[in-house]
């Protein structure tokens, strides 16, 4: 069946690191991908997406390029900021639903 | 839009009571989903209703769970009786298209529930 697979965290990195978080799926044909981003308390937002092989989702500063070729959807920064402490989800779309990665804590110290 | 919101954010009970957790998807959202978010297996869809009809429930852990859509505005999740092993976060989730590729969710801040 589908899945997706993250690094095992946590990250900690000093503020102004570069970031990634590694994401790689299992799927049958070209799933959508999704970055979904936890912060303490609170619930899941979208943080990015990409719909075919190739696109580049990006916003706040973060990218994820869709690769067909390593089925892979990495989560990259250049800049870490301490505001960006929290956890991050790799999902895909199977179907109507979305199907979660367990998770990468992310901590970023001053 | 106050966006997704559910009540209550934290609940405590002790076994064998009943629980119940409720939902307000965004105005305008005709799918909604339950998960449940524990430390040891992650985020799981519990069940999911588009336009008001239960579609897939096979993530529902036993007859203990039920969730309703009784109205495109409410939908509660019930677990009768409770079990220590239920307690988790459990989040609800709406969108407003199952278009692929545009299945973006939008959640709630989530209902911690501990059962004693």
């Known amino acids: 069946g589908n899945s997706v697979t993250q690094m095992e965290g946590p990250v900690t990195l000093s503020e102004e690191a570069f970031l990634t978080i590694n994401c790689t799926y299992t799927?049958?044909?070209?799933?959508?991908l999704f970055w979904y981003v936890q912060y303490p308390g609170e619930g899941l937002q979208l943080l990015l997406k990409?719909?075919?092989?190739?696109d580049k989702g990006s916003n706040k500063g973060f990218e994820a390029t869709y690769r067909k070729e390593t089925t892979s959807f990495h989560l990259e920064k250049g800049s870490v900021q301490v505001s960006d402490s929290a956890v991050y989800f790799c999902?895909?779309?199977?179907?109507?639903?979305?199907?979660f990665g367990s998770g990468t804590r992310l901590l970023v110290r001053p | 839009d106050a966006g997704v919101i559910q009540s209550p954010r934290h609940e405590v009970t002790e076994m064998g009571q009943e629980v119940t957790l409720r939902c307000k998807p965004i105005?305008?959202?005709?799918?909604l989903f339950w998960y449940r978010q524990t430390m040891m297996r992650g985020l799981e869809l519990l069940i999911y209703?588009?336009?008001?009809?239960?579609?897939?429930d096979s993530g529902m852990p036993e007859d203990r769970f039920s969730a309703k859509m009784p109205n495109a505005s409410f939908s509660t999740l019930k677990i009768q009786p409770s079990e220590p092993r239920d307690s988790a976060v459990y989040f609800c989730?709406?969108?407003?298209?199952?278009?692929?590729?545009?299945?973006?969710?939008?959640f709630g801040a989530g209902s911690r529930l501990t059962v004693l």
């Open positions: 989730a709406s969108s407003g298209t199952v278009d692929p590729g545009a299945n973006v969710l939008t």
């Open positions: 799927a049958t044909g070209y799933p959508s």
């Open positions: 990409a719909t075919k092989a190739d």
């Open positions: 999902a895909l779309e199977s179907s109507y639903k979305l199907i």
């Open positions: 105005s305008g959202h005709n799918s």
């Open positions: 209703f588009n336009n008001n009809v239960p579609i897939d």
